[in-house]
């Protein structure tokens, strides 16, 4: 274990040129850190990238433009269920608009359905949202359209991770990078929940030392795997294994980009025991590793906006709730909108269920409003702030790991939906339910903002579990991913 913390301490005193993310993908990686480009200098931005979540039959892997000029979207990819899924189709077509509290409006013109195909929406699907790092990556919550079971929700959410398709990397020197693991809802037990990644390139080759770990921390095996990258029908892309990328099984594309945000695609064809380039058998998203440790108190004094995803989440009414446009560092755990979530902490903090947390939290929570028409999902500012009904704890930066917060946990209320009306909460010795569970953060800068990457899985130590609506504690893998508010 020393001899491993030794390795990795030298292996951050390496760290030269970062890498970006772009909205909708896992695209390639610049030659070396590029200068950043100012947005108005360019208003349409390339990305590669995947869902974490879809239907059986849906989009696999896809890419995607932004174009800022014309106010447009559209994104391009494999559809599972069409004759030569190796050929890009379109699936999406819609227009952008910038809400004031900085996501991004999707409307939904054409979309996916449960079946492949590609159908005209009128009137136009609207609930989708995207934020965005103009030219280095993007978090967003497509919609796609369940046309097989009349007696389902309509719309499904599919969160996905997005990054830079441009270039190949090329790193002088290896590159060190954090990630965390994307939650599965089919997987029961955990390979890993978030890990370390040393990436060297030689031409083509790129080659990943990996240590994926446990939230525990536990150490999982180690792993050296190399992949190759090349121009594709989607931007340029690392394939791994070598020279797969027109096989569907197993196939993992990989983006690793300039302003340094990875993002991987990886669903595990075959038995679906496949660990893939990064141990957890999922896809990832991650940063570069900070040359310096972060500023604790600066990451939680900033704003913050995101995306929770827990994709055992049950529907409520009409809306599937498995992600979640958010938001966190609008409130102080003593704003009176963090009232009731402190009340329920509190209750159960007396019965030694739940810990305090720390100073080193981000209060905050979903946008997730009942109107007269049902729940809605809507971060435009129009129904009021975003709840308060979530804590980060990000707990203690690791000494000699930048970044990396393997002791972080997440609270939650009894006033989070839909638990606290339709599913309430009941706990042992009070009727004011509040939840706490073990999770790994990381923390870099990507063009000058924060960005946050969280996990908590059912293979945690304690296991992430919520009560349902019968007392009974049932596994909840969660994710959180934030990029922080432009000033």
């Not at 039959?57 to 269920?81: C, E």
């Not at 020197?173 to 060297?200: E, K, L, Q, R």
């Not at 009894?414 to 042992?428: D, G, I, L």
Request: charged fraction near 10%; glycine fraction near 12%.
């Amino acid at each position: 274990m020393h001899e491993r913390q030794q390795s990795r301490t030298i292996l951050l005193a390496t760290l030269v040129a970062l890498c970006i993310m772009a909205p909708f993908g896992f695209g390639g990686c610049g030659e070396t850190a590029k200068p950043v480009t100012s947005p108005s200098a360019n208003q349409v931005y390339s990305y590669f990238g995947s869902p974490f979540s879809v239907s059986a039959s849906s989009v696999a892997r896809s890419s995607s433009a932004f174009d800022h000029a014309a106010n447009q979207i559209g994104v391009s990819g494999f559809i599972t269920t069409a004759s030569n899924a190796q050929v890009p189709t379109a699936i999406i077509n819609g227009t952008l608009e910038t809400a004031g509290t900085g996501f991004l409006r999707i409307t939904e013109n054409f979309a996916t359905t449960s079946s492949g195909v590609i159908a005209p929406q009128n009137p136009p699907l609207t609930g989708a949202w995207a934020l965005e790092i103009p030219g280095a990556g993007a978090l967003a919550n497509f919609l796609n359209v369940n046309s097989s079971d009349p007696s389902a929700v309509k719309v499904t959410a599919a969160p996905a991770a997005m990054a830079d398709n441009t270039a190949c990397p090329n790193f002088v020197t290896p590159a060190p990078f954090w990630y965390v693991t994307v939650p599965s809802a089919t997987m029961s037990n955990d390979t890993a929940d978030y890990g370390f990644v040393d990436i060297s390139t030689q031409g083509s080759d790129v080659t990943l030392h990996t240590q994926p770990l446990l939230v525990g921390p536990i150490v999982q095996p180690a792993s050296v795997v190399t992949g190759g990258c090349s121009n594709t029908s989607l931007g340029a892309l690392t394939a791994y294994p070598l020279n797969s990328f027109g096989t569907a099984s197993n196939l993992e594309l990989i983006s690793i980009g300039a302003s340094g945000l990875l993002v991987s695609s990886f669903e595990a064809g075959g038995s679906g025991t496949s660990p893939g380039a990064f141990g957890g058998g999922t896809g990832v998203i991650g940063v570069a590793v900070p040359s310096n440790p972060v500023d604790v108190g600066a990451v939680t004094h900033g704003q913050y906006n995101g995306f929770i995803y827990a994709p055992l989440n049950t529907v409520t009414g009409s809306y599937d709730i498995k992600v979640l446009a958010s938001a966190f560092g609008d409130n102080a755990g003593t704003s009176q909108a963090c009232s009731t979530l402190q009340t329920s902490l509190t209750a159960n903090n007396g019965s030694g269920s739940v810990p305090v947390p720390s100073a080193n939290s981000l209060y905050g929570g979903e946008f997730l409003t009942t109107t007269s028409t049902g729940t809605v999902n809507d971060p435009t500012g129009a129904s009021g702030s975003e709840n308060c009904d979530v804590v980060i704890d990000l707990g203690t930066q690791d000494p000699v790991s930048n970044g990396l917060f393997p002791n972080a946990k997440i609270f939650i209320g009894s006033n989070y939906p839909p638990y606290s009306a339709s599913r309430p909460w009941v706990c042992t010795g009070s009727t004011s339910c509040a939840v706490s569970f073990p999770a790994a953060a990381i923390v870099g800068k990507v063009q000058g903002r924060y960005v946050i990457f969280l996990m908590a899985s059912a293979g945690s130590i304690p296991p992430a579990r919520l009560p349902d609506n019968f007392g009974s504690a049932v596994p909840q893998p969660v994710g959180i991913y934030l990029f922080q508010k432009n000033q």
